[in-house]
């Protein structure tokens, strides 16, 4: 699915200074963040009655229980290397999930994104390109409504992890490309060690995984591995190889927590490898 942007540089719509100083003088308007703000009350009221009016999922609880899945929800933003600042959207109906994702967000320091629950394959797309959303919070499907789907056709890339593949077999690399793809990744390809190294200095920020195979041309793949990891430490590495593992001993994959898949691999082996070094990338965050 093909999204355009609109133009960069949208103008900027100015409050009257008249306007903002009436709004200070009333009290209106002040220095406290969304996230302060959220923060306050929920602090204030903590044995609050909630109530969730849903037909499919209704809830009662207290702001404190709120707040407790809110602080859990930031947790796992940042440890899936989520910065403050970031746009992060959220697509959900009527239910407890979406207060939570409200406050949580807000405390966070995130960018707020909301979807109404029943945008589909055109509207979810074209807001998570326009908005650079890191995250996207929804359920898999409510109603007719299949976000999982939407999402895996139609997500932009700063929703997708990004993956070098290295490998100087041409069939191997493009089947690993078309695999990958296939789950939903992006996908950059190197043909070779140096190749992959010069990738990686050029989108380290944005690469989550690199696939190097452990025989190859001007550069092998143990080699290209420590040059990558002096530059990122924590990004996730998957070796593949169709020759023995002499130059990766044991102790050297348990002290770097790698592994090694062997070809010829098929895409369920090689899938799971690669959720396994994500894993182990997103621990380490």
Do not use: C
Not at 13 to 21: D, F, H, I, K, Y
Not at 39 to 47: D, G, I
Not at 214 to 230: Q, S, T, W, Y
Not at 235 to 250: H, I, K, M, R, W
């Amino acid at each position: 699915m093909s999204v355009g942007r609109l133009p960069p540089a949208w103008p900027v719509r100015r409050v009257p200074a008249e306007l903002e100083r009436r709004y200070l003088d009333e009290g209106w308007w002040s220095d406290e963040t969304l996230g302060a703000m959220v923060a306050r009350q929920l602090a204030s009221h903590p044995e609050s009655p909630v109530a969730i009016w849903s037909r499919s999922r209704p809830w009662q609880g207290s702001y404190a229980e709120i707040d407790r899945e809110a602080r859990k929800l930031v947790a796992l933003l940042r440890d899936r290397g989520i910065e403050p600042g970031e746009a992060v959207a959220f697509q959900l109906p009527n239910w407890r999930e979406a207060l939570v994702s409200f406050a949580g967000l807000a405390l966070g320091g995130y960018v707020l994104v909301p979807i109404v629950h029943i945008y589909g394959r055109k509207e979810v797309p074209f807001i998570l390109e326009q908005s650079s959303a890191a995250a996207y919070v929804s359920p898999n499907a409510y109603g007719n409504v299949d976000y999982g789907e939407i999402v895996e056709a139609g997500a932009p890339d700063s929703l997708r992890l990004h993956v070098i593949v290295a490998e100087d077999s041409e069939s191997i690399r493009r089947l690993a490309q078309k695999v990958l793809e296939g789950a939903g990744y992006r996908v950059t390809l190197a043909r070779d060690g140096e190749e992959a190294v010069r990738l990686h200095s050029l989108m380290a920020d944005e690469t989550d995984l690199v696939v190097l195979d452990v025989v190859m041309p001007k550069l092998n793949g143990r080699d290209a591995f420590e040059a990558i990891r002096r530059r990122s430490p924590e990004v996730g590495v998957l070796f593949v190889t169709g020759y023995g593992t002499e130059a990766l001993s044991p102790a050297f994959l348990a002290e770097h927590e790698v592994e090694v898949v062997h070809k010829p691999w098929n895409a369920a082996t090689f899938l799971g490898a690669v959720g396994r070094a994500l894993a182990v990338r997103n621990a380490a965050h």
